[in-house]
């Protein structure tokens, strides 16, 4: 599956974006999805992820602030992030996994990435 991701930017701290992440190939053969995010110097971390059912899991520092969901019929998932904080800044790549995994905050779980879309917050 290719992964595609749109909607990155410049905003100010507390405000928001909404991210896309368009698949396309054989999606009906990846049942999970997250977002994870990169920023210099430091590990890709897990932000949320979704199941094919719907279930959905999302780190502490989001939690409440970022809501994922995907869009099954266009095959597109999404992150809105509102109350954005300097501290999101980062990358963002959408990854895709065959199979739900274990810790679905572990990149090695993921078959399929994205590019990534930069998300810049200032103070």
């Known amino acids: 599956v290719q992964l595609v991701e749109s909607g990155g930017g410049s905003v100010q701290a507390g405000g928001s974006l909404t991210l896309s992440c368009a698949a396309s190939g054989v999606t009906g053969s990846y049942d999970y999805m997250a977002w994870f995010r990169q920023a210099p110097g430091q590990e890709r971390e897990g932000v949320a992820s979704i199941s094919i059912g719907g279930t959905t899991n999302y780190a502490g520092s989001v939690k409440g602030r970022f809501t994922i969901a995907k869009d099954y019929t266009k095959s597109i998932l999404y992150l809105q992030m509102n109350s954005l904080d300097p501290e999101d800044t980062a990358i963002y790549y959408c990854?895709?996994?065959?199979?739900?995994?274990?810790?679905?905050?572990?990149?090695?779980?993921?078959?399929?990435w994205g590019q990534g879309t930069q998300v810049t917050v200032s103070s």
């Open positions: 990854a895709a996994a065959r199979f739900s995994p274990f810790n679905w905050n572990s990149p090695h779980a993921y078959n399929s």
